[in-house]
């Protein structure tokens, strides 16, 4: 085996087959994508059946947990927006703890666990107490909300790339390379950014951003309660705060929803 190649870390996650999905004593990090119980993958699907104890996000949905096995002990560990409901550190105990006593354990977190999900920090503590993990991905938001408007997160032509951005970090609004988003035919999906659309607007026109450009807002993506928002970066905030969304919401910056992208193609083509 050439130097720099290892087994492939996630190896029991890829194995398939009727075995066991989860260990005794082991933490499985699993996705269960936006929301929509079709949504989530088989996989998490058979970890949710199997686990002894289930810790799990705020976001993860009702409908997901109803899927949950009748021995499972369910621990809500909910974290809301700045603030939190369990400490980090008290859900870093509860892991260690729940393994330790041999417990099949999974970490249920909403969407794709590897993104804005503090992930890294979760399986270090597994590490340093030497238990063993898996990581089961899942739908994330931007995919759900990027389909339920008829769209694709990059396009021939259009985009060549697509940024993944936080609206807050630990310290307040998340900064970014301002000046490269608001280059024209940029595409960023804001998650968390509903309370930093004031600020993210005020940084993108500053660095030089066209006001026209097209912001559309999905909320409770592949969920029922599921609503668009369309606007555009001039009327983000007012908008945003008219439509009084109170559900998870993922912002995209410059990306309109296929009808009205095909809509404004027309006028463009009309007055040129
Ligand atoms: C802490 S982040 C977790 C992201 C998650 N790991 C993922 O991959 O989707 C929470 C943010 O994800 C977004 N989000 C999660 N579920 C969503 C949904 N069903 N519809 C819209 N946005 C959602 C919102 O921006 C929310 O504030």
Known sequence: MPAHTTPAANATANTRGSMACMAAGQVVFAGSGPGDADLLTVKAMRALQEADVILYDRLVSDEIMALAGPQAVLENVGKEGFG?????????????AHAKAGRKVLRLKAGDPTIFARLDEELTVCEEAGIATQIIPGITA????????????????RNTSVRFITGHAMTGFADHDWAALAR?????????????????????????????????IVENASRPEQRV???????LPADLDAAGFDGPALTFLGLAPRKAAAALTDLKTELA
């Open 184 to 216: 024209p035919g940029e595409m960023a999906a804001v998650y968390m950014g509903k309370k930093s659309a004031r600020f993210v607007q005020g940084r993108l026109i500053m660095h030089g951003a066209d006001r026209a450009t097209p912001v559309t």
């Open 229 to 235: 928002l369309e606007t555009n970066l001039d009327r």
């Open 142 to 157: 931007a995919s759900a909300a990027v389909a339920s408007i008829g769209q694709s997160l990059t396009q021939r032509g």
């Open 84 to 96: 939190a409901q369990v400490s980090q550190d008290e859900i870093n105990a509860r892991l260690v």
